[in-house]
């Protein structure tokens, strides 16, 4: 880091000098026209050559000898990275079902479409500007999407109840399309430096609700899974066993609340701390009704019984991690404000 001291020049115009070796490694000389951006952060940027973004604007995917599972990863792995247009291009011609792939892909990448078509290239535009997305709502959004969820599979559960996994698995990918609508401008941030300024936010901010995002849509997947272990349940779980597991997802759920509305709100040190108490000890209830099951000291009934009820906590084990997550999120965030 180097220091410089502002100066006032005619008309009341500020300059500053930059420094020679910098200027000269990227061949700068007077009367060479630079790039200047100014941030709500309060930095200024400085580029050389490139505009803000332009290595963003556009990237060829070339797909000759790749499985259809493949492309869609290239697809999504374009998408995430925050490029505006994806051209995917084949040596020979694509066939249907990597038409058809590419096509699904697409509907389900917010703020994309197929843009242009040939035998040969398929060509996918981002329609959605960042000052169109709500980093704070998206959040909730994601939230409130896998504890409906939760809710949901927990009432299968207890009672037995088919088909609902089935039901749930389009909420779990709008949960997934949000989580990576955050992480796509996330990543964008890193090239293009004024896509926080359209977003509203701050670099770290858009960080810690990108984790976040992530977080949730993972609780969300975690209840189809409890949702899918009902499937394997003859007759509805005993009233003991099913008061023990209630509970156990009602405080996982809660904590996720809780942990969630910490960061949303910016909670002091001490309520993010709370956070990953309540966190903790959704955990430890979790784990007392695993060791219950274990020690067969709950009539859980035949075998089978036993196997769903045991895939199922496994997933809320995994969702009161993800609220240990969140909470941590919660914290570091709070103890950055803190020393702000």
């Known amino acids: ?17 930059i420094p020679k070796g910098w200027a000269t490694e990227h061949r700068l000389e007077s009367g060479t026209e630079v790039h200047l951006y100014t941030h709500r952060d309060g930095s200024i940027v400085l580029r050389s050559s490139h505009h803000d973004g332009e290595s963003l604007s556009e990237v060829t995917v070339e797909l000759t000898g790749m499985s259809t599972v493949l492309a869609e990863r290239a697809v999504r792995a374009a998408y995430a990275a925050g490029f505006e247009t994806v051209r995917l291009s084949h040596a020979e011609t694509f066939t249907d ?61 207890l009672e037995a109840e088919r088909g609902v996994a089935d039901r749930l698995d389009d909420r779990r990918k709008e949960a997934e399309r949000l989580a990576a609508l955050l992480d796509r401008q996330a990543n964008r941030s890193l090239v293009a430096l004024s896509t926080v300024d359209e977003l509203g936010t701050s670099r770290p901010a858009l960080a810690d609700h990108d984790e976040a995002a992530s977080l949730l849509a993972a609780a969300a997947d975690d209840a189809v899974t409890v949702a899918t272990a009902a499937e394997g349940l003859e007759t509805p779980l005993p009233e003991e066993v099913a008061e ?65 009820l045991t895939r199922a906590l496994d997933a809320v084990d995994r969702t009161a991690g993800r609220a240990a997550g969140l909470a941590e999120v919660a914290l570091r965030a709070a103890t950055r404000e803190a020393d702000s």
Do not use: N, W
């Not at 197929?114 to 959040?139: F, I, K, M, W, Y």
């Not at 504890?147 to 559960?157: D, F, N, V």
């Open 97 to 157: 079902d990597q038409r058809r792939r590419v096509d699904h892909v697409a509907h389900h990448l917010t703020g994309t479409a197929v843009e242009g078509e040939g035998p040969d290239e398929v060509v996918l535009r981002s329609l959605l500007d960042a000052s169109d997305v709500s980093v704070r709502q998206t959040v909730v959004q994601v939230r409130f999407t896998a504890l409906s969820m939760y809710r949901r599979a927990t009432e299968a559960l």
């Open 244 to 308: 023990a597991f209630g509970t156990a997802v009602d405080e996982t759920r809660r904590s996720i609340e809780v942990a969630t509305e910490a960061l949303l709100e910016g909670a002091s040190i001490a309520d993010a701390a709370e956070a990953l108490d309540h966190s903790e000890a959704a955990a430890a209830r979790v784990a007392a009704v695993d060791e219950a099951l274990r020690e067969e000291t709950l009539g859980v009934g035949e075998r089978a019984q036993v196997v769903s």
């Open 1 to 17: 880091m180097e220091t410089r001291k502002l100066q006032c020049v005619g008309g009341g115009t500020y300059t500053v000098s």
